[in-house]
Nanobody
Framework: QVQLVESGGGLVQAGGSLRLSCAAS????????MGWFRQAPGKEREFVAA????????YYADSVKGRFTISRDNAKILVYLQMNSLKPEDTAVYYC??????????????????WGQGTQVTVSS
């Protein structure tokens, strides 16, 4: 059984920063990609960022490019999301996710097999 546990959410003023962490556990777990998604009230879950575990390629939603950075610790299967210059529209529950290779792209929520419980990020104006 694979478990993903997020931490680091909270309340921050616009222009501030937060760092989210996600720890993965599970016997023989080796992700293909780990990513972050977010879901605001009344909206669908959307892609934020992802990183390929082998090779280290990273991908970002246009809305966060230049402000958010995804990074990882391969040895510990940790993934981070550094969020700078936060905006009120970044307010959402942020979810860590992991996937194996499937027909879906790294941007597609349907391609992810494992999800964390989510952590709330609130940006005040």
């Amino acid at each position: 059984q694979v478990q993903l546990v997020e931490s680091g959410g909270g309340l921050v003023q616009a222009g501030g920063s937060l760092r989210l962490s996600c720890a993965a556990s599970g016997r023989t777990f080796s992700p293909y990609t780990m990513g972050w998604f977010r879901q605001a009230p009344g909206k669908e879950r959307e892609f934020v960022a992802a990183t390929r575990w082998s090779g280290g390629s990273t991908y970002y939603a246009d809305s966060v490019k230049g402000r958010f950075t995804i990074s990882r610790d391969n040895a510990k299967i940790l993934v981070y999301l550094q969020m700078n210059s936060l905006k009120p529209e970044d307010t959402a529950v942020y979810y860590c996710a992991a996937r194996r290779p499937t027909v879906y792209s790294d941007y597609d929520v349907r391609g992810y097999d494992y999800w964390g419980q989510g952590t709330q990020v609130t940006v005040s104006s």
